[in-house]
C-alpha cells in the first residue's frame, strides 16, 4: 500500500478528481497549503504599495492506494495537472506499514 502526495494548483483539483475517478479512485483528502520551488513567488502591488508574496498558494492531494495501482495514479494527476508552467508542482509516493477503517475494522488493502 502507498501514499500518493500531490501539491497542485487549486485551478486543477476538479481535473485531478476527475482523473481519479475515471480510474477508480474514489477517495482522496485535500488540503489547502501555501508553498514556493522554482516559482520563488512574485510582487504584487496594493494600494499602490508593492509586496512580495512568497508563498503561493497551492492544493495538496493524499490518496491511499494498492502498491499495484500507483503508476496509474502517478499518470492520472500528472496528466490532469500539467500546464506546463512552471509551479505545476510534485508528486511524492509514501509506503504505508498499516491501515484500519475505524467503522468496520477492516485491514489493510481492504480499508482502502
Sequence with gaps: MKI???IIKPFK?????DALTGIGVHGLTVTEVKGYGRQKGHTEIY???E?????LPKLKIEVAVASDQVAKVVEAITA????????????FVFQIDQAVRIRTGE???DAL
Design 107 to 109: 485491514t489493510d488493502t
Design 51 to 55: 509586496y512580495a508574496v512568497s508563498f
Design 13 to 17: 483539483l476538479e481535473e485531478v478528481r
Design 4 to 6: 500518493v502526495m500531490a
Design 80 to 91: 490532469a495537472a500539467k500546464t506546463g508552467q512552471i509551479g505545476d508542482g510534485k508528486i
Design 47 to 49: 494600494r499602490g504599495a
